[in-house]
């Protein structure tokens, strides 16, 4: 992999609830095209982090860039440049498909030509030419994570985060969606995402395990596996997570 | 004697445009631990509401202990314990104030059947003046399983209770099903695959319908096509050129390697290898299929690309 | 027996945990009477007025010093001319404008007759209204002053008692409706968010495939809400006597158990909404709309329900506010006894026998 520019570089970010602290001084850099896997047990500060670098939460010490522009004091210019996809949040559900093309094109600022041009395309890549005028939530759940993930990324941002994007959907339908995710990745678009499959873990260009707020161990899954003498991600993760003094949180 | 049996179930929504449940029929066992498998939208929660007496099937018949899920709703719910999907406890109560409500919605006390969650339970005594809703998912999830079995039930019910929690969670999960296992029938439902082999019997669930039914090694051996692992350099230009090939009947990422099924004797290791020649690193193992390997053979039979 | 202890016991935890919860059952019925007891009445009291005297001779003064006198009216001073007055009353500076005609000693002495006009702001009819009628007394009190001095031998006097609130305070008014309002709206949408919660949260799908029996889910619910309310009765009526100086002229015991039986009516309807509806936004918006602008408007104690349209009274007849509105100003204001309201009482008794009835159809016993 060539190391280009460094789309997110996070320096010793930390954030605190009162005496809890969620995230405790975390360093990575995630370059330009990388897919980067970040995963972590429930609790270990994986959401806490995403909030931070999508600019939706200010760290209570340390710092970081995405797309080069720090997330606390310039996250409007983040954000801007970013596009983020949850398993809870992406469609409107009541509304047809192209109308939410249309709407979340509006959002990201898309020009109503292009936005034409660029719904047509996507429409045709997605094999949906036909389901223009159907409501998402007549759509099966694989198709409805595809359309999330096009749109998160309709206005070709530098990195796309992606919040446990494949919960729920068949074993078909998520291998395609990672299928997706490397399509774009060759595009150049840096994907940032979370997941509890380890096997995804293993689609990563490199990976970071969060426990207890801090990074416990960060690089590609064949060097993992070299370090940690293990066979498998899954056997890694859980020798780590096991280890958390968190129990409980 | 069969703890539940299903004939028959089908239940659909907005006037028959959709179909949750179609023609599903099975029976599990006394103290049999069987699981439904499948994505969401399979079928796995409007049966399992369906079985709890929750809702009415359009047509078919169900038994729970040999009492109707229609008629004998009482009894039933009075043998039965019960964990929704969703998350259902009550977050502003502790982690005591929940599990002694629950013991009282079924007229007993933490107390009386404190054997039974004994296991479970020390884990969570630690925290037990926490409100639920500062928990972790996994201490939730514990929590919510021990207010499911304070009342002892005959049959449990349990609606993805890993979803969206992490691995090591999971697997201490399933730790306890299992050690349950012996007292207690249990009927979980999981969209993890990885999680089938952890049952004695498993249906296979797809769009409303049972695919297979088996035990998980059953099901492994009923695979009849060939499955290869390969890996290579290029992984990603690796799929498409496999998928090229012709009489490919699925090829797909499984971890570090590709999962390439093919009609047994379609191809052999060393055709294989000259038509992929172009490729460095390429490794080729054959290997015997897991559940999901299964799973994606049963719900993509044919498509050749 | 167990099961309603505990389960009434959650209830209360769950309320005495949310800030949110406490701020409406306590601190906002202590608002809400004290806003309408202090700040919304519609008494008139130093309410700025102009006296234009264009006569400027003994009469003019005296009636002046009467108007001026009057704790009604403040005078202001610096309004000389018809003109003047117009602006100012634009000006939104007075309410009320009173002209006293030139030569009026003479003409009031000699001609026996005189014309003051009274210039209002309309804007508000009901203020214009009072105050005409305030001004218009002072008045007459003067006129009849004069004429007592002449000994007319024929004059009709009109004498006026106001009954049962002599000082004519708008609290007597306020305290019934609101506290009528208060409980209308903490019973009923305070239950019926209860309710609604469960299913929210989905604990409603545990509860109903459980052995338990929806009587003790909803009792248990309901009672915490029949105490809160009645902790409220208590407050409101203590803010009444005490510091609004109202006075409790029935039998207190006949007072309390009717605002319990209107508790109850309000925790009925709030049962009944619940059963019907699924999330607590909804169950908010219904409490909110269709229990809290019906009991302002057509409860009697905004806008007088023998002035509506026809179709508006027969309407106001569903509103319960209405019937106990009637009660607590006959048992607490004006004194009466059971005799006097039980056609209310048996009204508001029918109404929760109705509302329980529907609930009860209502439930469902499996989820929707």
Partial sequence: MQHTEQVIQAVNLTKRFGEFTAVDHINFTVHQGEVFGFLGANGAGKTTAMKMLIGISTPTEGSATVAGFDIATQSESVKQRIGYMSQKFSLYEDIPVMENIRFFGGIYGLRSKELKTKAAALLETLEMGSHAKTLVRDLPLGWKQKLAFSLAIIHEPKIVFLDEPTGGVDPITRRKFWELIYAAAARGITV??????????????????????????????????????STSIDAIFTQLARGAQRSGD | MSAVIVE???????????????????????????????????????????????????????????????????A?????????????????????????FFATLFNTTIRENYDLVKDIYVQLEPFKDRKAGKLSGGMKQKLALCCALIHKPDVLFLDEPTTGVDPVSRKEFWEMLRRLQSRITIIVSTPYMDEATLCDRIALMQDGRIMQLDTPEGIVRSFNDTLLSIRGNDMFGLIGAIRALPEISGCYAFGES?????????????????????????????ITPGIEDCFMALIEPHAAH | M?????????????????????????????????????????????????????????????????????????????????ADADAALLADKIKMAIVIPADFNNSLMHGHASQVQLITDATDPNTATTLQLYASAIIRDFQSDINDQFKLPYSLHTEVRMMYNPQLKGAYLFVPGVMGMILLLISAMMTSIAIVREKEINTMEIILASPLRPIVLILSKAVPYIVISMVNVTTILLIGVFILGLPVAGNIFLLIGVCLLFILTAIALGLMISNIIDSQ????????????????????????IENMPVPMQ???????????????????IKGLGFASIWREVLILAGMTAFFLFVSYRKFKIRLA
């Fill in chain 3, 314 to 332: 027969v309407l106001s007849n569903i509103v319960p506010t209405k019937w106990f509105f009637i009660i607590v100003k006959d048992v607490m």
């Fill in chain 2, 76 to 100: 039933i719910r009075k043998r039965i314990g019960y964990m929704p999907g969703k998350f259902s406890l009550y977050q502003d109560l502790t982690v005591e104030e929940n599990l002694s």
């Fill in chain 1, 192 to 229: 940032f995402v979370t997941t509890h499959y380890m096997d995804e873990a293993e689609y990563c260009n490199r990976i970071s395990i969060m426990v207890d707020g801090r990074i416990a161990a960060m690089d590609t899954p064949a060097n993992l596996k070299t370090q940690f003498q």
């Fill in chain 2, 8 to 74: 028959h179930i089908t239940k659909t929504f907005n006037k028959g445009k959709i179909k949750a449940l179609d023609n599903v029929s099975f029976s599990v066992q006394e103290g049999e631990l069987f699981g439904l498998i499948g994505p969401d939208g399979a079928g796995k929660t409007s049966l399992f509401r369906i079985l709890t007496t929750l809702w009415l099937a359009d047509s078919g018949k169900a038994e729970v202990k040999g009492l109707d899920v229609v008629q004998d709703y009482k």
């Fill in chain 3, 2 to 82: 167990r099961q309603y202890g505990v389960f009434i016991r959650k209830e209360f935890k769950h309320i005495f945990r949310d800030k949110r919860s406490l701020i409406i059952l306590f601190a906002l019925p202590i608002a809400q009477i004290l806003i309408f007891g202090f700040a919304l009445t519609n008494e008139i009291k130093n309410t700025h007025i102009a006296v234009i005297d264009m006569a400027h001779d003994a009469a003019s003064q005296s009636l002046t010093d009467r108007l001026e006198a009057s704790r009604y009216f403040e005078l202001t001073g610096d309004i000389h001319s018809v």
């Fill in chain 3, 281 to 304: 936004q909804t169950a908010m918006f219904i409490s909110l709309m269709g229990l809290m602008l019906p009991t302002l408007i057509l409860s009697g104690f905004m806008f007088p």
């Fill in chain 2, 258 to 286: 590709l999962h390439v099924r093919f009609p047994a004797d379609a191809w052999t290791e060393t055709g294989l290898r000259s038509a992929l020649e172009q490729f460095s690193g390429l490794v080729i193992e054959p």
